[in-house]
C-alpha cells in the first residue's frame, strides 16, 4: 500500500501540534499516511525543495520560508497579496492563515472599536480576515511603529487603519471593544504591559496556549478566543484543500 507523505517545511526542529493532530486523524481514518517535520537548514533549502515538494502530498511551510517558498510553487491571490505560503497542494501554494482567523471570529459581535497589536504575519492575516468580513476601521498598535506603518501602507485601500505608537497602548485599550493580539508575547509565560479594561467584550490572541493576557481576561469574565481556534479552522481548509476533510472524525480528534 502506497503511504501518503505530508509534512511541514520548518527551522528549526520542533514538534508541532500539527505533527500530534494529523496523525492522529490519519489514524482515525484509516488513510495509509503520516505527517512529519521536515527540517531544513537555510543554506540548503534551494537545493533541497524541489525534491521534497515532488515527494510530499501535501505541505504545510511555517518560518522562516513561507515568503521563500514562492518562486518554487504558483501561489493563490490571497498568497499574493499577503506575501506568505503555508500550505501546498499539487504545486498549488495557499495561505491558510488568514482563513483560520476569519472563520474562527465571523459568528462574533465585530461592532465596536478594533485594536490590533503586532504587525508581523499573523497580523497580516488577520486584518485581512477582518477585511473579508467587511471592517474597514481600526487601530494598529506595534513596537516597532515603522513596521506598523508599513502595514498599514499595504491595506491602504482596503481598510482605513490608524498607527498608535506602542506605549499608547493602554489609552487606546480604554477606547476598545475587541483586542487583537497577534504577537508571539506570552508563548513562554510573558505578559504584555496592558491595563484591564473591564468594558472590552472580545480579547482574542492568536497564541493556542493559555497565556497570562488570556488568564487575566477571562478572570475579569470578558470572552476571550485563542489561537486554537483560529488553529482548528485552518486545519481544516488544509484538508479541504488535500481533498481529505470530514467534520465528524476531526472534530472527535481535535476535541475542541
Not at 493532530?21 to 517535520?37: L, Q, S, T, V
Not at 533541497?48 to 491571490?77: A, C, Q, V
Not at 499608547?168 to 493580539?181: A, C, M, P, V
Request: glycine share 6%.
Amino acid at each position: 500500500m502506497i503511504e501518503l507523505k505530508f509534512g511541514i517545511v520548518q527551522y528549526p526542529k520542533k514538534i508541532s501540534l500539527s505533527e500530534k493532530i494529523y496523525n492522529k486523524y490519519f489514524k482515525y481514518m484509516d488513510i495509509h499516511a503520516i505527517y512529519e517535520g521536515i527540517n531544513i537548514k537555510p543554506e540548503d533549502f534551494d537545493k533541497k525543495i524541489n525534491t521534497i515538494i515532488s515527494n510530499y502530498y501535501g505541505l504545510n511551510i511555517t518560518i522562516p520560508y513561507k515568503e521563500k517558498i514562492f518562486k518554487y510553487i504558483n501561489p493563490s491571490d490571497d498568497a499574493i497579496f499577503l506575501g506568505a505560503v503555508n500550505t501546498i497542494y499539487n504545486n498549488r501554494g495557499y495561505n491558510t492563515d488568514w482563513v483560520g482567523f476569519f472563520n474562527s471570529i465571523k459568528n462574533e459581535d465585530l461592532n465596536g472599536n478594533i485594536l490590533v497589536l503586532g504587525a508581523g504575519g499573523a497580523s497580516k492575516a488577520v486584518l485581512y480576515g477582518l477585511y473579508k468580513l467587511g471592517i474597514d476601521r481600526l487601530v494598529l498598535i506595534n513596537r516597532t511603529y515603522e513596521k506598523a506603518i508599513k502595514l498599514k501602507k499595504l491595506f491602504d485601500k482596503k481598510i482605513n487603519i490608524r498607527v498608535k505608537p506602542f506605549d499608547k497602548l493602554n489609552d487606546e485599550i480604554y477606547k476598545t471593544s475587541i483586542f487583537i493580539n497577534t504577537t508571539s508575547i506570552g508563548m513562554f509565560g510573558e505578559s504584555i504591559p496592558i491595563d484591564l479594561n473591564k468594558n472590552l467584550k472580545l480579547v482574542y490572541d492568536v497564541i493556542y496556549i493559555h497565556t497570562p493576557l488570556q488568564k487575566v481576561f477571562e478572570k475579569a469574565q470578558i470572552k476571550v478566543i485563542n489561537g486554537r481556534k483560529m488553529w482548528y479552522y485552518q486545519a481544516i481548509e488544509n484538508l479541504k484543500i488535500w481533498g481529505l476533510y470530514n467534520k465528524e472524525i476531526f472534530d472527535l480528534v481535535f476535541n475542541f
